[in-house]
C-alpha cells in the first residue's frame, strides 16, 4: 500500500545550524565517554550530512525502515561511525544515553555501523566497501523494486585510493545509476598525514567525471547555504549517478583540533574535552529534526512459486558447476526475488543459462573481483545446497569443479547447511577419510582399494566446511583410531585445519592430506596424482599409518 502523505518538514538555515550544533556536541561527547573513537573525521561531514537528512533530500519512515521507498544512506567511512548515531539521535530515533552507551561492550552503537543498529544499511568498518554496496543498493532500487529511491554514499577522502571504490564507480556508470549520489569527504587528512591529493577538489573531479559520472564541486563543505544547493543540484535529474565533491576541515568546531594533523582516531579527555565541548556549546532546546517522508511505493509483488524436483540418475556424469547453472534456473521461480550477479565468467560457472532465461534479473559485474562455505561432489548436492544457499539468511560461499563427476546421491537426499554425509561406514572402521568436492570420489575409490587389503574406512562427505558438523567429526573420532582428511586446498584455512579445531580436544590423531606443492598446468587427475591427493597415495598414506603401528 502506498505510504500515507504527511506535511513535509521545512527548517530555516538557523534552525539547521541548531541542529549541526547539537549534533557536533554529540560526537565529542559520546567519544569522551567512550575514550575512543573518530571525532575529527566525524566533524568534517556534520554540514554535508545535516543538510542531507534535515534539508528534505534524503526521504526516509523511521517507523518502517525496511521500506523499499526509503532512501539508502551508507556511510563508507565507518570510522564516522558518531556522526552517524548523532544524526539518527537528532531524529529522536536514538536516545541520548544511548548514545552516551557508544563504544561499551554489548551496546548497539558499535564503533564502526553494524546491523546490530537497525538504521546500518551495511557494515562498514572496512574502507573502500560502502560505495560497492551502494551499487547494489541503487542497482536493486532501479532494476528489480521499480522505486524512485535514491542511495546516498559518504565517502573519505583517504578511501579514494581504494581499488574497489574505481570498480564501483565504473559499474555504476555503466547501469546509469542516476539514483546513485558519492559525498566525497575532502577534510585533507588520513590517519598519518595529508592525502594523496589534499584539497585538491580538481584532482578527485577529474578522475571520477572520466568515468561518466556528473561531479558537483563545493568549495566550502560548512557553509550550510551552499550546502543546501549543492545537495539540491545532486537531486535534480540525470541520467548517470552524480558525485558531490566537498572541501572540508578535518575536526572543524573545535579550533585546537581544525586541520591539525595527529588527532585521527583521538578522543578527547580531561581539559580537552571540556574546552571542545565549551567551543562548541550547546544550542537550546536540544533541537530535533524530522526526515521528508518517502512517496508512496505501490506493490506489486511477485508470489514464490515452487522448484521442479531434481532429476539425476546415479552414476549421471556431470560437472557440479553444470549443475550449479541447472540450479538456478530451476529456482527461479521458487524465488522470485533470485538474481545472478555474474564476473564475466557466467559461460563458465553455467550462471548463464539463467541470464538467458531471465536477463531483467541478470547482473554482470565483469571482472570487478573486489565487490561461509559449501563445497557439493556431485549435481544432486550442488542443487540442494544452491537452494539452502537462497533460504540461507546471510552471505553463503559455494565451490564448484570443472571436470564431471558421477551422480552419488538420490535425487531426494537432503543437504542441509551445517550438515554432512556418511557415504561409507561398517561397524568396525580402523579409519575415517574426511574430504568434500572431488576428493571425496578419490576418497571412495581408496576406501575400496583399502578394502580389498583387509583394511576397513568410514568416509564422509564435509560437504559444509563452515558451519561444520562436529557431532558427524566427534563420533568419528571416537569409532575410529586414526582421521584423514582430504581436500584440494592449501591446508591453511580449509577442511583439515577446521576438522582440526574440532578435535582439539580429543585423542584421536588427524592427518591432513592437502596441496603442499606449488601447482603447475595439468589435468585434474593430474594434478591430483601431483599432490598426493588421488586414490592410491591416500591408500599408502593410510597403509604407512598401519606399518608404522600407530
Not at 562436529?470 to 581436500?487: L, P, Q, S
Request: net charge negative.
Amino acid at each position: 500500500m502506498p505510504v500515507t502523505t504527511q506535511q513535509q518538514p521545512s527548517y530555516t538555515n538557523g534552525q539547521l545550524k541548531n541542529i549541526a550544533q547539537q549534533i557536533r556536541h554529540w560526537i565529542v561527547a559520546s567519544t569522551g565517554q567512550a575514550g575512543s573513537g573518530h571525532p575529527t573525521s566525524s566533524l568534517s561531514a556534520v554540514e554535508l550530512m545535516t543538510s542531507l537528512f534535515f534539508g528534505g533530500h534524503f526521504r526516509y519512515d523511521v517507523e518502517t525502515p525496511d521500506d523499499a521507498a526509503n532512501d539508502q544512506l551508507i556511510f563508507s567511512k565507518g570510522h564516522a561511525s558518531p556522526l552517524f548515531y548523532a544524526l539518527w539521535a537528532a531524529t529522536g530515533a536514538v536516545g541520548e544515553d544511548d548514545l552516551m552507551s557508544y563504544r561499551e561492550f554489548g551496546s548497539r552503537l558499535e564503533g564502526h555501523p553494524t546491523s546490530r543498529f537497525r538504521f546500518t544499511e551495511a557494515a562498514t568498518g572496512s574502507l573502500g566497501q560502502g560505495l560497492s554496496v551502494g551499487v547494489g543498493t541503487a542497482l536493486s532500487a532501479k532494476r528489480l523494486d521499480n522505486s524512485d529511491a535514491r542511495t546516498f554514499v559518504l565517502l573519505g577522502d583517504s578511501e579514494m585510493a581504494e581499488g574497489s571504490q574505481w570498480e564501483a564507480i565504473q559499474l555504476a556508470a555503466h547501469y546509469g545509476l542516476s539514483n546513485l549520489v558519492g559525498i566525497i569527504d575532502v577534510n585533507r587528512l588520513g590517519q598519518r598525514g595529508e592525502t594523496m591529493h589534499g584539497h585538491d577538489l580538481v584532482a578527485y573531479r577529474d578522475r571520477v567525471q572520466a568515468f561518466g559520472w556528473r561531479c558537483i564541486m563545493l568549495d566550502d563543505g560548512h557553509d550550510l547555504e551552499r550546502v543546501e544547493a549543492v545537495l539540491a543540484q545532486a537531486n535534480s535529474p540525470c541520467d548517470v549517478p552524480t558525485m558531490v565533491i566537498a572541501w572540508t576541515v578535518k575536526g572543524k568546531g573545535v579550533s585546537f583540533l581544525e586541520n591539525e594533523p595527529g588527532w585521527h582516531g583521538k578522543a578527547l579527555s580531561g581539559d580537552k574535552l571540556e574546552a571542545a565541548l565549551d567551543e562548541i556549546g550547546t544550542p537550546p532546546g536540544r533541537p530535533r529534526g524530522k526526515l521528508k517522508l518517502p512517496e508512496g511505493l505501490e506493490r506489486h509483488e511477485t508470489e514464490a512459486g515452487k522448484a521442479d524436483p531434481i532429476s539425476y540418475q546415479l552414476g549421471d556424469e556431470l560437472a557440479t558447476r553444470d549443475a550449479y547453472g541447472n540450479a538456478l534456473c530451476r529456482l527461479a521461480g521458487k524465488y522470485p526475488k533470485l538474481v545472478s550477479l555474474d564476473g564475466e565468467v557466467c559461460n563458465s560457472t553455467r550462471s548463464k543459462r539463467f541470464r538467458d532465461a531471465h536477463p531483467d534479473r541478470f547482473f554482470e559485474m565483469f571482472i570487478a573481483e573486489q565487490n561461509v562455505v559449501l563445497y557439493p561432489c556431485d549435481a544432486v548436492s550442488t542443487e540442494a545446497l544452491v537452494d539452502a544457499m537462497a533460504d540461507h539468511d546471510g552471505i553463503a560461499y559455494l565451490r564448484t569443479t570443472r571436470g564431471d563427476t558421477p551422480v552419488i546421491y538420490d535425487n531426494d537426499e537432503s543437504f542441509p547447511i551445517g550438515g554432512s554425509k556418511v557415504v561409507r561406514c561398517s561397524d568396525d572402521d580402523q579409519v575415517a577419510l574426511i574430504a568434500a568436492g572431488i576428493t571425496l570420489h578419490e576418497a571412495i575409490k581408496a576406501r575400496d582399494l583399502l578394502t580389498e587389503d583387509g583394511i576397513t574406512a568410514r568416509v564422509i562427505d564435509l560437504y559444509s566446511i563452515k558451519p561444520l558438523d562436529h557431532a558427524t567429526v566427534r563420533a568419528a573420532a571416537d569409532e575410529t583410531k586414526h582421521i584423514f582428511t582430504i581436500e584440494d586446498h592449501f591446508p591453511e584455512g580449509g577442511l583439515g585445519e577446521a576438522v582440526l579445531t574440532s578435535l582439539s580436544d580429543h585423542p584421536t590423531r588427524v592427518n591432513c592430506l592437502a596441496v603442499r606443492k606449488r601447482p603447475i598446468s595439468g589435468s585434474p587427475e593430474k594434478q591430483l596424482e601431483a599432490q598426493g591427493l588421488s586414490a592410491r597415495p591416500i591408500v599408502e598414506a593410510v597403509k604407512s599409518w598401519i606399518d608404522q603401528g600407530r
